[in-house]
């Protein structure tokens, strides 16, 4: 861990945060649409999740370093800090792994936990891990694990068919329009860490240095931002297509385009208004006219992207998935309403 720039610990909490609050459109649509499912979560934790966590976890408290007032009490103080801003109990175990590479990541559905890489540790400094931190905390409460097995099962289903190829290729569009929401996800979670530790201007040290940064001083930040911008406007589609092959297979987004995504956000009355404790509560999020405003969201942000981007091919995924939206919103009409009459 890097030396400490500052120590200060960030003025606002958020009671009762729902994770709508910073979830992204496309990412709150999809997790609404799972979310009304009923039972959904119940049926993967009781297949897929029970073992697997079980035998993560022994591997982690084998094989790393669990965070603790003894061991590394500085990341414990983080992890705790988090917790409080998002109002996450329990509070979910940090473990510290032996990995070269700058990485963290969340498991586990019943007990979630996180694990940071020494790499990461190593790179960034109190208020850039208090960052990365809350990025993770925002997984656990946006319960992502939900949504990442059912992508992995349907990866799975995809390998095991891919000797029928109209199969294959349904189940392709399928899992790429996961691995687009999960993206979006990476993004929700940017912003919760954010919310934890309230300085944009760490988060982009942070995403500087995951980046390829050595020194954030040495990189001029308005240069760094506009390679993002440089990136959203090609109109060659031979660009684009490098873009979809480069892009398809990954579950984060490029670090460059994710930095100044979350400087946007950083920079609206949405971020404003939740620092000023204007945010939606968990309480409120069983409400159907919520389901109903996050599809509708979802598609609107497919739709904006259109008028954001030079990329040929941006009305092309605007459309899948502003389809897969609406199709949602079908369902929920004919089905939602039917439970809410008691029918």
Known sequence: MTDDITTRRPAARFPGISPRAYEHPADRGALA????VPGF???????????SER???????ASAIRVGPTQYPDIDRLRHECAEALDITPVPNVFVAREPVAN??????????IVLSTGLVELLDQDGLR??????????????????????????????M??????????????????????????????????????????????????????????????FLRQAEEYDSVDDIRDSLNKLRHVEGMTHPLAVVRAAQLQKWAATAEYRD??????????????????????????????????????????????????VSGTAGKVWNKFGNRTEDGS
């Open 33 to 36: 649409t799972l979310r009304a």
């Open 104 to 113: 963290a990541y969340t498991i586990g559905m019943d007990e979630p936990f």
């Open 162 to 223: 891919s000797w029928t190829p109209v199969s294959a290729l349904g189940l392709r569009a399928i899992v790429a329009a996961l691995k687009e929401w999960y993206r979006k996800a990476e993004l929700s979670c940017d912003r919760a860490g954010l919310l934890c530790g309230q300085d944009p201007a760490a988060a982009l040290r942070a995403h500087i240095l995951i980046a390829g940064g050595i020194d954030p001083a040495q990189v001029d930040i308005a240069s």
């Open 131 to 160: 960052f990365a931190i809350g990025h993770e905390m925002g997984h656990v409460l946006s319960g992502h694990a939900v949504y990442r097995t059912m992508l992995l099962r349907l990866i799975s289903m995809q390998l095991s």
């Open 55 to 61: 035998g993560e976890r022994l591997m982690a408290l």
């Open 274 to 323: 939740i620092l000023g404790g204007m945010y939606p509560r968990r309480e409120d999020d069983r409400a159907a006219s919520n389901w109903r405003d996050d599809v509708r969201t979802a598609a609107k942000s497919y739709k904006d992207s259109v008028g954001t981007s030079a990329d040929p091919l941006a009305k092309v995924f605007a459309d899948v998935g502003e389809a």
């Open 41 to 51: 979560p119940q049926v993967l934790k009781a297949t897929a999740g029970f073992f």
